[in-house]
């Protein structure tokens, strides 16, 4: 018994990283690179579009709720664009830190990404920012991943980091910000993968009838869809199971209907996980979730408990020209 116990507490447990963050981390490579790299359990609590003020404001629902053993907070470049002061960020992550602690969750504090030179005057104003969180993680003791200086670095190299906005990044950007995080978490012997080994995500639905709306005729879709899109983002979402580009399935359209059947075994409680444009599921006629209000891109940026009958059970969801779902047992991903 002795033994057992002692090789229990040998192994290492599983880290668990929630990150939190705007677009940069809502697309979802970044964590699946860490994932990758480090075998960590990354966890996505990206949103398009979101500012230090926006993500204080959802910690409690889609950070806390995630059980993460660390969080890693890349936060910067919409609030640079929008003009927001020093100050006034500070304000917001140092807010956001002091919640953290009243859980004692340790923090990683990504350096803003870089911009182009179109934004170059913004990029000057990130200065203070990064002053900023740099004061910040020296006075908590928290890691820091030097994002801006390695990506500074690799475009004075020569690399191809930013998307033709001069804010996105290309997958090369983000092995450069994967590689500022290994650093982070005193890994910098492992290596940043040159490609992504992608699958489909858990408990995807895969099987789809699908129309237009108002008036389409319905058509077979199975996900991960065979047609590889022609951006490589869109193609790394579309092997994890997204459904993009409907139109080309479904027919030209803005809103699209579909139904699939879910079998189960026995009566169970699920998780029904959203992602991409999404805007309701019904489970066998009674309407389950329907969207307030732009959440994000990421699977599970909804999950929404559930429970399937035994046999058969109808699925509705309406969406725009991209969406995702899945069905897990448990909300631990």
Known sequence: MRAALLLVFLVPQEERIVFLGDSITDGHTLPLLIRQAAGAVCINAGVAGDTAAGMRKRLERDVLPRRPGR???????????RNVS????????AAISDRLKRDRIPMILLTPTILGPKHADAEKRL???????RRLASKEGYALAEVHARMRDARAAGRELLESDQVHLTFEGYRVMARAVLDALGRPEQAVPDSLALEPAAGLVREWRIRALPDGEPKALTLPQSRPAAHWWFDQERRRGFAIE???DAGP?????????????????VFFNTGAD???VTLNGKLLWKS???????????RIAARLSAGANTVEIESGGTFFLSITDENNW
């Open 71 to 81: 969080v890693a907070l890349s936060v910067g470049i919409n609030d640079v664009l």
């Open 86 to 93: 020093a100050a006034d960020y500070e304000a917001d992550v």
């Open 127 to 133: 200065a203070e920012y990064i002053e900023r969180l």
């Open 246 to 248: 409907l139109e080309k």
């Open 253 to 269: 359209g803005k809103r699209f209907h579909a139904t699939a059947t879910v079998e189960s075994k026995d009566a169970r409680d």
């Open 278 to 280: 999404l805007a309701s």
């Open 292 to 302: 307030e209000g732009w959440t994000g891109w990421h699977a599970g940026k909804e």
